[in-house]
């Protein structure tokens, strides 16, 4: 599979977002003390699922 | 003076929650994916293969008002979901967790109270809304074509009242309900019924804000604003104001214990 140099620069600005919001989800992660369920759990879904998984964990992860 | 205070309050709490940094991501996020992938269709069944040889597989591609148009119905769905989960709790939650009787102890007035949470939070989803809708304009003006700037401030002027309704809905569940969970299952119930009816009575119902992202993309297309876009978008507001009023009567009515 050939991938273009063009494709990579046109989705450049959406990876960086995507990995801005992977690293807030991690660092509330670290950060909280207290979490919605086994915090490693929350580590696995952050890290492994593609986008959905920190906004998954910013919306339910987090104790008020 | 008071409104200020409560103003700055929630500015702080949605600073701390994060949500001035996720939600515009998300919006984005979500604005972008159908075009880009639209896009890279053909391609990206290029590089999976299963395609049988010689078959040819003819996608027509949209031009740039229907390229945008996804982004504003990827929004209408993602969008308008997420924003009821981000506003299920700032009452009801405030009310469970005690933080509604500590400030109403204090002589607050209900409709400081509540219209200061409606507009700070409005205050995310229009920079959020601005931010995704430029960012998919961006790409759609790359790889499908133009589309006027005006046409997209002015779509995004009245994408923003229907999301101003959503808001005020959600709020008016959750004076209602103490269990978060239960405002946003109640809130969505009444978004797709409201949907529904304006589906099935369309003919009638023209100024239903539900029809405003209709109208939005017609509106696109041929760069004229039809009366009925302007009268739901009146529509909008004025059952905003209506729920508002509604959450701020049944605040008033709560006996605080």
Known sequence: MEINRDLILLLLPIIILQLILLSIAIIDLIRNEQTNGPKWIWALVIILINIVGPIIYLIFGRRP | MQWFVIFKKEL??????????????????????????????????????????????????????????????????LGVLLTVVIVMSTISGEIKSGVYEMILSKPVKFTNYVSAKFLSIMLIIIISLALAIGTAWYYVMILFGTIDFTRILMSLFFFTLY???????????????????????????????????????????????????????????????????????????????????????????????
């Open chain 2, 12 to 77: 702080l709490e949605n600073w701390r929650n994060l949500k001035w940094i996720w939600v515009p991501i998300v919006f984005i996020l979500f604005a972008v994916m159908d075009p880009i992938t639209t896009y890279y269709l053909p391609k990206i069944m290029d590089a999976v293969g299963g395609v049988p040889e010689g078959s040819i597989i003819d996608l027509p591609m949209p031009n740039a008002q229907e390229a945008m148009m996804m982004s504003y119905g990827e929004l209408g769905m």
């Open chain 2, 163 to 257: 999301f101003a309704l959503i808001v005020s809905i959600v709020i008016m569940v959750n004076t209602w309900i103490q269990s978060p969970g239960l405002v946003a299952f109640i809130s969505l119930a009444l978004i797709i019924i409201f949907n529904v009816l304006t589906n099935i009575y369309g003919h009638i119902l023209t100024w239903s804000p539900a029809l405003i992202s209709d109208y939005i993309g017609e509106y696109l297309a041929s760069g004229v604003l039809i009366s009925e876009l302007w009268y739901a978008a009146l529509m909008a507001f004025v059952f905003s104001i209506v729920c508002l009023q509604f959450a701020i009567v049944t605040l008033r009515n709560r006996v605080l214990h």
